[in-house]
């Protein structure tokens, strides 16, 4: 038996939830697969999943077997990743997580840069919002715009991105512009849902060198920054949101930015991924991939250091 091959297909197995899953990932016939898991459990003398015909469920000797093969496996790669000459490539597959209007605006446009560096890597992205679940998406890195919670995970700061209170100028026009955060009580204001609690997220300004939370009244509020910008843009009220995404509409003029002398402290944006013993070469160059492209994106910009 080959036992590392074993405790990768049963790692993927557990991930995934099924050894048909599995199997497709690995190209292995369905019947190879289950074989694969029996000869694994003979040999370690256990049990390591509960069979349904629905799905597998890890025993308690599976859950701790899931916990030390994963570590090993991981050491295994990165002491593959560590030997041979200095210009060996990094090589494997990335699952990562990036927010969805980041991975559309800055990452999508990027991207071909990196994978023409680095060849022999892979990745799917994931566009998605909120903290990963990464055992059940088998993410391998993620793009967090927000202070990570306090997990068992890996955080390295990126940088802050500018936040921005933006609205139309037929909006304006109409109902006024508003010169302190007090007149946004009297104003229609569009919301961005939080991936946690559901609610509107609240809106910060900074003034005489205090941070002031507002949370507005709204009517409308929106789960995915896209749709909430494209309401903006009709008119409908005034939104905070991160500049990235609103750059192109204040420069084309579709936005326009108020209350610039209370802008908010910018959002913190970090890197994470699960601890890994070694880290495997392809997630470093990733991180630095991602941490030169937000610097490139800032200067782009016109981002000032302090933001």
């Not at 694994?40 to 390591?48: A, D, H, I, P, S």
């Not at 609103?246 to 890197?271: K, S, T, W």
Request: neutral net charge.
């Amino acid at each position: 038996m080959d036992q590392i091959r074993a405790m990768r297909f049963f790692i993927r197995s557990a991930e995934r939830g099924s050894l048909t899953a599995a199997s497709e990932d690995f190209g292995y016939a369905r019947g190879a697969a289950s074989a694969i898991v029996s000869e694994l459990e003979r040999f370690l003398g256990v049990q390591l999943f509960e069979r349904t015909t629905r799905k597998l469920r890890l025993t308690e000797d599976g859950e701790h077997y899931l916990k030390r093969a994963r570590e090993i496996v991981s050491e295994i790669d990165g002491l593959n990743d560590e030997i041979g000459s200095a210009e060996k490539l990094p090589r494997g597959h990335l699952r990562v997580q990036v927010p969805a209007g980041l991975a559309r605006l800055v990452i999508a446009p990027a991207i071909s840069r990196f994978l023409a560096a680095y060849p022999q890597v892979t990745i799917d992205v994931l566009s998605r919002n909120g903290f990963p679940d990464f055992v059940g998406d088998r993410i391998d890195v993620a793009v967090l715009v927000g202070e990570p919670p306090m997990l068992d995970v890996v955080a390295r700061p990126v940088g802050g991105i500018p936040v921005m209170t933006v609205a139309a100028p037929g909006y304006l026009a109409s109902m006024g512009k508003p010169d302190n955060v007090d007149a946004l009580s009297e104003h229609k204001c569009i919301g961005m849902l939080s991936s946690v609690s559901g609610l509107p997220v609240a809106w910060r300004f900074r003034s005489a060198g205090q941070v002031i939370d507002f949370s507005p009244e709204c009517k409308l509020a929106f789960d995915e920054a896209g749709a909430a910008v494209a309401a903006a843009v009709r008119g409908i009220g005034i939104i905070q949101i991160a500049s990235y995404l609103v750059y192109d509409e204040v420069r084309g003029g579709r936005l326009v930015a108020i209350l610039e002398d209370f802008r908010p402290p910018a959002y913190q944006m970090y890197i994470i991924h699960p601890k890994h013993p070694r880290k495997p070469r392809k997630l470093r160059v990733f991180e630095d991939f991602i941490i030169d492209l937000n610097a490139q994106t800032r200067r782009r910009w016109g981002v000032k250091s302090t933001d």
